[in-house]
């Protein structure tokens, strides 16, 4: 025995079961030595990763003991862990509690049966164990986050935000618990108890891309894009360089009508995902502000191509402005009726169509009844263009009185 420790201890595992499984023909072994032979055995099987072969020497070697009477707990311990590594969870789990049946201030054991539970999402179990752990020592932050996770498998996510707290308190430097509790405070409203979590943890793990990528969402949802930009830029620096963020550096450009410096960041987020509309439509919105207005009508279409709803609204009436500066009217009618369609409660789509028909038909009567639609609907909102809309609709009163009858240009 002392030859197979020696072996098993210097990483020879293989040896090791070669030599026991020929000593265990040997029936002139006494039961104590081959019990210590079966949890030898069991022990470098685990080592190989043959977890299905140590829970059968294992469970030999627990016949065995059970038979004269001897302890189990270290055979039961390592029967939860070949269990735990085959997925089996009830078998995991009652090895464990075996464990702690026989050692219940064995806090490795209920960690080792609060994770079997964890892991099977088996939520209120885990939490009861967890909730032991933390009694038995509140410095542990790793238990509280655990804590917290099962409370939000529960979905009790106030208890979830407090015990997550807890932990971030606790181990200030764990990304994963910054995240976690940064999530939870932004989907309560809690932006800048967001951005504290987050920013107290850059103080420790500044090279985290997930951490500066959600500090950038952060600032880029209480519309601080140049805060946001900058942290978009740490975040492609540490090593995500994933279309959403070169996107976010665009949609911060364009936001703060730098267009020419939103375009490379674009076409980046292009070149990674041609399928995002919002790239489209914003390459299509950059590319008309720079008075490029055959590739902006491309990808304006593009994006009208691509989604039936959402951005197409928006894709739709920048797609009629561009129409109208080229001269195309009917095309821009076309647009801005479209998007009107899909959303007749926009009513700034009214006032685009007005300016169409007062610019360019000689017919006012369409560009009165639009404008007039848009004040009904915008009585309080837009001041700008109701200021424009009453002032044209006064200049345009001469007009028409002369012009009597339906009109025809609609």
């Known amino acids: 025995m002392q030859a197979l420790r020696a072996a098993y201890r210097e990483g020879a595992y293989d040896a090791v079961v070669r030599r026991i499984r020929s000593r265990r023909r040997d029936d002139s072994l006494h039961s104590s030595a081959s019990q210590a032979l079966h949890v030898l055995l069991g022990r470098a099987e685990q080592a190989r990763g043959r977890h299905a072969a140590a829970i059968d020497a294992l469970n030999t070697a627990r016949r065995i003991a059970e038979g004269e009477g001897r302890a189990t707990t270290a055979i039961d311990r390592a029967l939860g862990d070949s269990h735990a590594a085959l997925y089996r969870w009830p078998e995991a789990a009652s090895a464990f509690e075996r464990v702690l049946g026989a050692r219940p201030d064995d806090r490795a054991a209920r960690q080792a049966l609060a994770e079997v539970y964890r892991r099977a999402q088996r939520w209120s179990k885990a939490r009861a164990q967890y909730a032991r752990l933390v009694r038995a020592d509140a410095s542990n932050g790793r238990w509280w986050a655990r804590l917290g996770q099962c409370n939000l498998g529960l979905n009790q996510t106030e208890r979830a935000r407090r015990h997550f707290g807890k932990a971030h308190r606790r181990v200030p430097q764990s990304a994963e618990v910054a995240l976690s509790l940064s999530r939870l405070h932004r989907a309560a409203g809690h932006l800048d108890a967001a951005r504290r979590v987050v920013d107290t943890t850059l103080t420790h793990q500044s090279g985290d891309p997930r951490l500066w990528r959600r500090r950038a969402d952060l600032a880029f949802e209480r519309e601080n894009l140049k805060r946001a930009r900058r942290a978009y830029v740490r975040t492609l620096a540490t090593g995500d360089s994933s279309a959403t963020v070169y996107r976010r550096i665009g949609l911060a450009d364009v936001r703060r009508q730098q267009y020419a410096r939103a375009l490379p960041f674009l076409r980046r987020s292009l070149r990674r995902d041609s399928s995002h509309a919002r790239t489209t439509l914003y390459l299509g919105v950059t590319y008309l502000r720079l008075d490029s207005l055959r590739r902006a009508s491309r990808y304006l279409q593009n994006t ?107």
């Open 304 to 410: 009208i191509d691509q989604e039936a709803s959402g951005p197409i609204t928006d894709a739709l009436a920048h797609q009629g402005a561009t129409y109208s500066r080229r001269g195309n009217v009917s095309a821009a009618l076309e647009a801005y009726k479209t998007a009107r369609r899909l959303r007749p409660g926009r009513a700034e789509l009214d006032f685009r169509l007005a300016t169409v028909y007062d610019e360019h038909y000689r017919d006012k009567a369409p560009a009165a009844r639009y404008y007039r639609r848009f004040l009904r609907a915008h009585e309080g909102g837009l001041p700008e263009l109701r200021r424009y809309a009453m002032s044209r609709l006064k200049a345009l009163r001469p007009t028409l009185h002369m012009q009597q009858g339906p009109s025809s240009s609609e």
